[in-house]
């Protein structure tokens, strides 16, 4: 699984963006589609998760606190794409934002980096206060 990441930019605080992934290799209805973001100078840290199909508590996408509200997680299996729409964008929300997709099983977390093999190279954010 090959993934693209594009979407970002600079935004003015208070601002949306929409990231975008594309995947390739192989079709996105069996994996977990996740966003990351990095920011200098510290740990790459979960954004948020859609699944393959909805858990056991009916819910498909979870979020970081500081995401819930603000972020909206969806895919497009047909056009083999996850985006992240962002909105009230504040300046620590500056990172580098990742894509990954790991195949869904039941002992996954989702939200820990190091299960996921599959990553795109990482699209930039940039908030100005």
């Known amino acids: 699984v090959q993934l693209q990441a594009s979407g970002g930019g600079l935004v003015q605080y208070g601002g949306s963006l929409r990231l975008s992934c594309a995947a390739s290799?192989?079709?996105?209805?069996?994996?977990?589609l996740a966003w990351f973001r990095q920011a200098p100078g510290k740990e790459r840290e979960f954004v948020a998760v859609?699944?393959?199909?909805?858990?056991?508590?009916?819910?498909?996408?979870y979020y970081e606190g500081f995401a819930k509200g603000r972020f909206i997680i969806s895919r497009d299996n047909a056009k083999n794409t996850v985006y992240l729409q962002m909105n009230s964008l504040k300046p620590e929300d500056t990172a580098v934002y990742y894509c990954a997709a790991v195949p869904s099983r039941p002992s996954l977390s989702y939200t820990e980096a190091r299960e996921y093999p599959y990553w795109g190279q990482g699209t930039l954010v940039t908030v100005s206060s």
């Open positions: 859609n699944l393959a199909s909805t858990d056991w508590s009916g819910n498909n996408a």
């Open positions: 290799g192989d079709t996105l209805s069996n994996l977990a």
